[in-house]
C-alpha cells in the first residue's frame, strides 16, 4: 500500500491516512454504514444512519450493448483509506471546505463476461458517494446502454421531483409521494422518516446525466439519457462513471451546507484562478423579455451604443461591477433557433463594440459578452477560440452561454454525454483565454466548478425571465423555497431576481409574485457568484434606499448557515462576508404571512452590530401591496433574537456590521 503524503493546501497541513476495512465502510463519525454485498446472483449495496436503515438493499451494474447484463459479479479484493484535508474554494459559499471521509473500493470481476469493474464508495459524515471504475483491461471499449443502479429509500417517504419532460430544467420541483413520481431529473429531494435525503451526482465527466425512475413506492432507478441511438455512453477504458450521490441531514438546512459534491470533484485545474472573479451585474435583457425592446436589428433595438452606455453609468454610479448585453451580434432576425450559422464575431452596426469597450473601462465596468449558440454546437465549436478571442480582444473576459433549442445540433439531448462533452469543451477553451461563463440551458450541475472555476454559474432553473411572459402569469411564491433545497443543492443558479416593477403591461396578467423586500432577501436565500440586479435602472432609481441593499449585499461568502427552514414553507439563510466581518440574513416565506424568531447566535460574542433591516411593511402584500417597506437600524449583539414578520409571498433583509 501507497503512503499518502503530508498535503498542503491552501496554507492548511492535511494529512491523509489509509486504514483497514471489509465489505462495510463508515463515517469518520461511525453514524452512517455503507455495506456491498453481492448474493441471488447480483451486487447489492445498503446504508443505515444511526442503527436506522436508509438504503435498503439496492441493485448495482450495467446492460451493455447486445443485452449484456453487467450484474452477477464475484469480489477479487478490497483496498480501504480515509482522508481529512481542508481546501480554499476560489470562490463559494464556504471559503474553507473540509474533506473528510473512508473509502472502500470493491475489485470486482463479472462472472460471465469477465469484465472488471471497481466500485469505489466514500462515506462522509453527510452522506455518501459511489462510483464505478473500469480499470485497464483486454477490453479496452464499452458501450453502456443503461445502469441497474438503485436507491431503494424508506417506506412512507415523500420526495420533491423535477419531471424528466421539463426542458432546460425549467419547471416546479412537485411534491409527491415515491410512487407516484413522473421519472425525475437529479437532485431529487426526499423527506424521509426522521431525516432529509438528497439523490444526485458528482463530478459528471464524459458521461450521460442520471434521471430517476420511481417503480414502487421506495425503489427508484437510474435512467441515463441517452444519445439519439439509444447507446447511453461509449467508454474507453480506464475510465470512471460519475459519483452517484446521497446527502444525508436531520433538517433541511443540512441539505445546504453540505460539501460533499465539491469534495468529489477533482481540485482545481486552471492554476491561479483569480481572474474567475464574482460580481453583481446589471444586463441590457429585462427590457426585451418585458417587451420593450428587441434582440434583432430595428428601430427597438435594444443593444444600441446609446442605451448601453446608459447602462454603464448607472452600473457605475452605483457599484454594479457588470453588465451583460444580449442582442449585440447579427443573427438574431427571424426564426433564429433555426440559424446553423450564427455569427459570434459580427456586431450590429448600432452596436459601435469599440467605444462601447472603451466607455466601459473608463467608467470601470466589465461587460460580459453573450454567445446564445441556438444549440448548434458543431458551429460554435468551430468558432470557440475566435469567439473569446474577439471578446478578450476588447476586454471582455466574462460570457453568458445559452442553448434555446430542443436538441443540440437537430438530434441530441442537453443532458447527453453528447451534450456533457460539448459544454465541457466550452469551459475548458474558456479557462485557455481567461474567460469565465454562465452557462444557459445547461446540463444539470454537478460541481465541475471546483475543478473549473471559471464555470461561475448555470441557469437549469424556473427563473425570474418567466416572471415576464409566461401565460401561466408567473412562477408561483412558493418557488423560492422550494429551489435552495432541489436545483440550489446542484450548485449556483442564475435565477436573476432582484425586480422592483411587478407588473407588465405589455403582457397583461403576467408578475413577479413577490415584495421588494422578498427580492432583496433572495440574494442571500438563493447563491450564485454572479448575482444580477435584474430589473431597469428607472425603476431602481424610484427606490433608493431600498436599492442600497443590492449595491451592499456581496456575491463571495466566509461561511453560510441555515437556522431554520421548512421546504415549501419559508427559509432563513445567514451568511458571512469573504471580505468583511458583515453578516448578511435573508428570509423569505410562501404565500402565507408568517412570523419568525431568529437568534443571532451567529454573530461575534460580546461585539456590538448594528443591524439594518429592510422588512415588508404592516400592509405590505404581493398581490396588493408588493413595493410597501420599511428600513431600521437597530443596535444587536449575539445574545438578542429578532422577530421577523414577512407578508405574503415576503421577506426580510438584514445586513449585520460591527458598530
Same mark, same amino acid.
Given at each position: ?315 457605475? #454610479?452605483?457599484?454594479? !461591477?457588470?453588465?451583460? =448585453? %444580449? ?8 426564426? $433564429? @433557433? +433555426? /440559424? ?16 462601447? #469597450?472603451?466607455?466601459? !473601462?473608463?467608467?470601470? =465596468? %466589465? ?8 444549440? $448548434? @454546437? +458543431? /458551429? ?280
Amino acid at each position: 500500500m501507497k503512503k499518502t503524503p503530508v498535503i498542503i493546501i491552501s496554507g492548511l497541513l492535511a494529512l491523509a491516512s489509509c486504514t483497514p476495512s471489509g465489505s462495510s465502510v463508515s463515517s469518520p463519525d461511525n453514524k452512517i454504514r455503507f455495506t456491498v454485498e453481492s448474493n441471488d446472483g447480483g451486487l447489492f449495496y445498503s446504508v443505515t444512519d444511526g442503527g436506522e436503515t436508509v438504503v435498503s438493499p439496492s441493485r448495482l451494474g450495467f446492460v451493455l450493448a447486445g443485452d449484456e447484463q453487467a450484474k452477477d459479479f464475484k469480489i477479487l479484493g478490497k483496498e480501504t483509506a480515509s482522508c481529512d484535508t481542508t481546501w480554499e474554494t476560489a470562490w463559494g459559499e464556504s471559503r474553507l471546505v473540509r474533506d473528510n471521509y473512508n473509502q472502500l473500493t470493491v475489485n470486482m470481476q463479472e462472472k460471465n463476461s469477465g469484465l472488471l469493474v471497481d466500485l469505489q464508495v466514500r462515506v462522509f459524515d453527510d452522506g455518501f458517494g459511489y462510483r464505478y471504475v473500469f480499470p485497464a483491461q483486454n477490453r479496452d471499449s464499452l458501450i453502456i446502454m443503461q445502469e441497474l443502479t438503485e436507491f431503494v429509500i424508506p417506506e412512507g417517504s415523500t420526495a420533491w421531483g423535477l419531471p424528466i419532460k421539463s426542458e432546460y430544467y425549467e419547471d416546479y420541483f412537485y411534491h409527491k409521494n415515491i410512487a407516484d413520481l413522473d421519472s425525475v431529473r437529479t437532485p431529487l429531494t426526499v423527506e424521509a422518516p426522521g431525516r432529509y435525503l438528497a439523490i444526485h451526482e458528482a463530478n459528471l465527466t464524459d458521461y450521460p446525466k442520471m434521471n430517476l425512475v420511481a417503480t414502487d413506492s421506495v425503489t427508484l432507478v437510474a435512467q441515463l439519457v441517452p444519445w439519439s441511438n439509444g447507446v447511453a455512453a461509449y467508454v474507453k477504458t480506464p475510465f470512471a462513471t460519475p459519483w452517484r450521490t446521497m446527502i444525508i441531514g436531520d433538517k433541511p438546512g443540512d441539505l445546504v451546507t453540505s460539501y460533499m459534491m465539491l469534495n468529489l470533484n477533482e481540485p482545481q485545474a486552471i492554476g491561479d484562478a483569480s481572474w474567475c472573479k464574482p460580481m453583481k451585474y446589471m444586463g441590457i435583457w429585462w427590457e426585451m423579455h418585458l417587451g420593450k425592446g428587441t434582440w434583432h436589428a430595428g428601430p427597438h433595438h435594444s443593444a444600441n451604443t446609446a442605451n448601453v452606455k446608459k447602462y454603464i453609468d448607472f452600473a457605475a #454610479a452605483n457599484g454594479i !461591477k457588470g453588465l451583460l =448585453v %444580449e442582442g449585440w451580434n447579427a443573427s438574431w432576425e427571424g426564426d $433564429w @433557433t +433555426r /440559424n446553423e450559422h450564427i455569427d459570434f464575431t459580427t456586431p450590429y452596426p448600432d452596436y459601435d463594440i469599440d467605444e462601447i #469597450a472603451r466607455y466601459a !473601462k473608463e467608467k470601470g =465596468v %466589465e461587460m460580459i459578452g453573450h454567445h446564445e449558440t441556438a444549440a $448548434w @454546437t +458543431r /458551429n460554435y465549436e468551430n468558432q470557440l477560440d475566435t469567439a473569446f478571442s474577439f471578446l478578450t480582444g476588447h476586454g471582455i473576459n466574462n460570457v453568458k452561454t445559452g442553448y434555446v433549442n430542443s436538441r443540440m445540433d437537430g438530434k441530441e439531448d442537453h443532458s447527453s454525454q453528447y451534450g456533457v462533452r460539448h459544454y465541457r469543451k466550452v469551459i475548458e477553451t474558456a479557462a485557455k483565454h481567461h474567460v469565465t461563463i454562465n452557462n444557459h440551458e445547461p446540463v444539470m450541475p454537478t460541481g465541475l466548478q471546483r475543478t473549473l472555476p471559471n464555470l461561475m454559474s448555470q441557469e437549469g432553473v424556473r427563473g425570474q425571465e418567466w416572471n415576464a411572459w409566461s401565460t401561466d402569469g408567473g412562477s408561483v411564491p412558493e418557488h423560492t423555497v422550494v429551489m435552495p433545497f432541489t436545483r440550489g443543492l446542484a450548485g449556483p443558479m442564475d435565477f436573476t431576481f432582484g425586480t422592483f416593477n411587478f407588473e407588465n403591461p405589455v403582457y397583461p396578467g403576467t408578475r413577479v409574485q413577490s415584495t421588494i423586500a422578498k427580492e432583496l432577501a433572495l440574494y442571500v436565500v438563493i447563491y450564485a457568484p454572479l448575482q444580477m440586479a435584474s430589473d431597469l435602472p428607472e425603476n431602481y432609481a424610484k427606490y433608493p434606499d431600498t436599492f442600497q441593499f443590492i449595491k451592499d449585499v456581496p456575491v463571495d461568502w466566509e461561511t453560510t448557515i441555515v437556522p431554520d427552514a421548512v421546504i415549501g414553507d419559508y427559509v432563513v439563510t445567514v451568511r458571512r462576508d469573504r471580505n468583511s466581518d458583515d453578516w448578511y440574513l435573508g428570509a423569505v416565506t410562501d404565500e402565507n404571512a408568517r412570523t419568525l424568531d431568529v437568534a443571532l447566535d451567529f454573530l461575534e460574542p460580546n461585539t456590538e452590530y448594528v443591524a439594518t433591516i429592510y422588512a415588508d411593511a404592516p400592509d405590505a402584500d404581493w398581490k396588493n401591496n408588493p413595493t410597501a417597506y420599511t428600513i431600521t437600524d437597530r443596535t444587536v449583539t449575539s445574545a438578542d433574537t429578532l422577530n421577523l414578520s414577512l407578508a405574503t409571498s415576503g421577506g426580510t433583509a438584514i445586513r449585520f456590521h460591527k458598530k
